[in-house]
C-alpha cells in the first residue's frame, strides 16, 4: 500500500462524511468535504506519476473514489429534487457501462488508463456538484439547469472515448480468437 492508495482509501471514506453533512443541511461543511476529496485525487495522481507509485491497484480504486463520491452526491442532489432523476440515471448507466467494460479488459490483462475526456468530465461534474450544494436554487432557474446537465454534456465525450476504445479492443480479440 502505498501513499497515492492510502489517499484514495481516504476519499473512499470522506464519502459517507460528505452525504453526511450534506444531509443534515450543513452543505458548507459538505463542500469543504467534498472538496477535500477533490484535491487528495489531485494529489494522489500527482505523487503516483512524480514518483512512479503508479499501481493497478491504485488505477482501479481512483476513478472508483471519484465516480463513488460524485454518484453519491448527485443522488443526493436528487433526493432533494435539486437534480433531475434524469441526470442521474444517465451518469450511473454510462458509470456501469464503463464499469463492466473495464472489467471485462482487465480480466485480459489490461488495465483502462484514464483518458483527457474523462478527466475532463470528472472536473465538470465535481464543479457542478459544488456549486448546486452551496447555492442551490438560488441560482435562478436558468443557471440551475445549466449546471445539472452540465455533466451530462461531458459524460458523452468521455463515453464514447471509453466505447471506442472498448471497441477496438473488442475487434482486436475476436481477430485473435480468428
Request: charged share 10%; glycine share 6%.
Amino acid at each position: 500500500m502505498n501513499i497515492p492508495n492510502i489517499l484514495t482509501l481516504i476519499r473512499i471514506a470522506l464519502i459517507p462524511v460528505t452525504a453526511y453533512y450534506f444531509h443534515t443541511g450543513q452543505t458548507v461543511l459538505a463542500s469543504a468535504v467534498f472538496i477535500t476529496a477533490c484535491l487528495t485525487d489531485i494529489l494522489d495522481g500527482y505523487i503516483a506519476r512524480r514518483f512512479n507509485m503508479i499501481t493497478n491497484v491504485g488505477k482501479l480504486l481512483d476513478p472508483l473514489a471519484d465516480k463513488g463520491i460524485q454518484i453519491t452526491l448527485l443522488i443526493s442532489l436528487a433526493m432533494t429534487s435539486l437534480v433531475p432523476w434524469t441526470v442521474i440515471i444517465i451518469i450511473v448507466c454510462k458509470e456501469l457501462i464503463q464499469c463492466v467494460c473495464g472489467y471485462i479488459m482487465y480480466r485480459s490483462g489490461i488495465v483502462v488508463n484514464s483518458k483527457a475526456e474523462g478527466k475532463i468530465s470528472t472536473v465538470v461534474t465535481s464543479l457542478c456538484v459544488v456549486t448546486i450544494m452551496l447555492f442551490g436554487r438560488g441560482l435562478g432557474k436558468i443557471p440551475l439547469l445549466v449546471f445539472q446537465w452540465l455533466p451530462v454534456v461531458f459524460a458523452i465525450p468521455a463515453f464514447l472515448s471509453y466505447s471506442v476504445m472498448f471497441y477496438n479492443y473488442m475487434i482486436k480479440k475476436k481477430a485473435q480468437a480468428e
